[in-house]
T-cell receptor, first 110, second 119 residues
Framework: EDQVTQSPEALRLQEGESSSLNCSYT??????LFWYRQDPGKGPEFLFT???AGEEKEKERLKATLTKKESFLHITAPKPEDSATYLC???????????FGTGTRLTIIP | DADVTQTPRNRITKTGKRIMLECSQT?????MYWYRQDPGLGLRLIYYSFDVKDINKGEISDGYSVSRQAQAKFSLSLESAIPNQTALYFC??????????????????FGPGTRLTVL
């Protein structure tokens, strides 16, 4: 069974303080690993897809990386508007289902 | 205007009532999904549909049914609501493989959610 574990559950950072969020996964043949951002009261918003170990994607202050066992979402010099819950999901080959983690709730303090 | 819309946004109902949640999309995607989100459990797939004539059960379909009325509309029904169906419900859409290259499929686009409370 595919599994996704995200850590930490919650993270509070000062504005400008860089850090990383972790997504550890087990999957029977990775088709794709997905990162989403979710604001309170809203649906998840797609950020990145990663397909193979060593791949990296960047968007503004966010950078996602992938190894064979985990993915990191690095946030550089975060701003208060980066506060949200960040969700990780994996999809296995031959399976249309995405398996989601429970998310990391990120708070950036001005 | 939002690409994926859900109605209602909030609903309170009683045990045993039938309730329908509706989803519409203007993204032109063939694939549509229904998820529920519970604290500490993450998003879980209820049903998904790859086109109007294709309906598939997800991991937690018991107690739910769906209808794909058109490419753009996908409804979720609770035939007889029970309190443990209290949750946030999300509709999502995605493109089909090959339409936009390798990266496109299963990049799912979510609606704003429906908060359902069953008393």
């Amino acid at each position: 069974e595919d599994q996704v574990t995200q850590s930490p559950e919650a993270l509070r950072l000062q504005e400008g303080e860089s850090s990383s969020l972790n997504c550890s996964y087990t999957v029977s043949g990775l088709r794709g690993l997905f990162w989403y951002r979710q604001d309170p009261g809203k649906g998840p918003e797609f950020l990145f897809t990663l397909y193979s170990a060593g791949e990296e994607k960047e968007k503004e202050r966010l950078k996602a990386t992938l190894t064979k066992k985990e993915s990191f979402l690095h946030i550089t010099a975060p701003k208060p508007e980066d506060s949200a819950t960040y969700l990780c999901a994996v999809q296995a080959w031959g399976n249309e289902k995405l398996t989601f983690g429970t998310g990391t709730r990120l708070t950036i303090i001005p | 205007d939002a690409d994926v819309t859900q109605t209602p946004r909030n609903r309170i109902t009683k045990t045993g009532k039938r309730i329908m949640l509706e989803c519409s999309q203007t993204k032109g995607h063939d694939r549509m999904y229904w998820y529920r989100q519970d604290p500490g459990l993450g998003l879980r797939l209820i049903y998904y549909s790859f086109d109007v004539k294709d309906i598939n059960k997800g991991e937690i379909s018991d107690g739910y049914s769906v209808s794909r009325q058109a490419q753009a509309k996908f409804s979720l029904s609770l035939e007889s609501a029970i309190p443990n169906q209290t949750a946030l419900y999300f509709c999502a859409t995605s493109d089909k493989p090959g339409t936009s290259g390798r990266a496109a499929y299963n990049e799912q686009f979510f609606g704003p959610g429906t908060r359902l409370t069953v008393l």
